[in-house]
């Protein structure tokens, strides 16, 4: 295989990537996404074999070693895929990209350690300065996103007593002027590297990299969980491309660009959706501060309650009904019965819509994902920017296990959380409530949607719930 026929098959797989990312710019185009997604990954694999192939000349343990990577890797990686549940999908994310960034790390430290190996220089040459500059800066990027995602995998399972794992924010005096020296010091040691091609450099480089990592996503709550996913996935296509430079490889620089760019873009769109600070994000700097401020300031109230009979007779009797589904649905395995639900309804000659918040759930289009499992009509998902003007209309807002997404203390200057967009089903004509319990949601924030004199709360678990509406809606 020629290296102009590397090249162009690169460039193939390059082109099939971006209409990857096009496809899932949308839902309804989002199977044909994936498609290109896996067509573009097939033809990289596919070239690097090769390519491995001919440089080894057909010989030596190179490619076996390569194909038994693939095949156990792969084997794993669809076991784990087809095994995890939608509620545990964003702990596989925060896990893959913690695989990215190891991987980052690890082929920088194979670089260093033999460069001649990847044609960066002869054997026994320096490398050269600015290779020496991609590598550290791609081991660095690297460790933080794979200390950091581990981080965020803790956090978003809530099940480890280890109190970095734990969703409460971790803070202590210091802390922003600890990273500030961290990545100062970091800034010193790639100096280091580049003028003296240190071990001891690279060692210290990544050494502060995954302590920076962790320190960055420690002092995040729960709450910010889906700004944090979509920050370590920009970090590991950075650290992807800061390596294929290094190594000449231009599907690595294309594709970790890509990866980089748009996990950048996604930030900045859930930081706007949370009011908040796109480069505080960056730096680790937020999170907590609202809930620490708001916990424990609720006073018992009381709200009307009533029950999944109650609820389904105003459904039976409504026009449009607009369904808000939240993390709590997710939890409970609702969404078919949601569907089933909304299914009937609709055959009742009422207009059902859902309303998505770009935050809603635990990753970025978790509840895009959620509903798209059970099959629901793209045609029926509306993101919150084309449903709000809508809920005013609304007969009905029936809101599934969510509760900071629709909280109207977004709209009171002095509240935590003012200023962050919301989904407005406080203008409904009437609104239906399901959670678990009271318990304020991961802003720390009593939510007064649910004392609204049009508001009913039916309590319990939502697949049940859901359910039992189901069969009383005549």
Known sequence: MSLDLVTLLYLLASVCFIQALKGLSHPTTSIRGNVFGMVGMTIAVLTTAALILKLAGGQGPGLAYVLAGLVIGGGIGAYMANKVEMTKMPELVAFMHSMIGLAAVFIAAAAVLEPWAFGITEKGGPIPGGNRIELALGAFIGAITF?????????L???YKFRLFQGAPVVFAGQHKLNLAL??????FCFGFWHSQSWTDFALILALGFALGVLLIIPIGGADMPVVVSMLNSYSGWAAAGIGFSLNNSML??????VGSSGAILSYIMCKAMNRSFFNVILGGFGG???????????????????????AFILGNAESVIIVPGYGLAVARAQHAVKEL?????????????????VAGRMPGHMNVLLAEAEVPYDQVFEMEDINAEFGQADVAVILGANDVVNPAAHIKGSPIYGMPILEAYKAKTIIVNKRSMAAGYAGLDNELFYMDKTLMVFGDAKKVVEDMLKAVE
Do not use: C, M
């Open 157 to 159: 399972s809530g099940k």
């Open 342 to 358: 909304a299914h009937k309804l609709s055959e009742k000659g009422i207009n059902v819509k859902y309303a998505i918040h770009p």
């Open 289 to 311: 501060d609202a809930a620490a401020g708001a916990a424990g300031s609720a006073v018992q109230r009381t709200v009307k309650s009533g029950s999944a009979d109650d609820a």
């Open 147 to 155: 200390s950091g995602s581990v981080i965020a995998f803790g956090k």
């Open 183 to 188: 990545g100062l010091a970091a800034a010193f």
């Open 253 to 258: 620089i294309i594709a970790g660009s890509l």
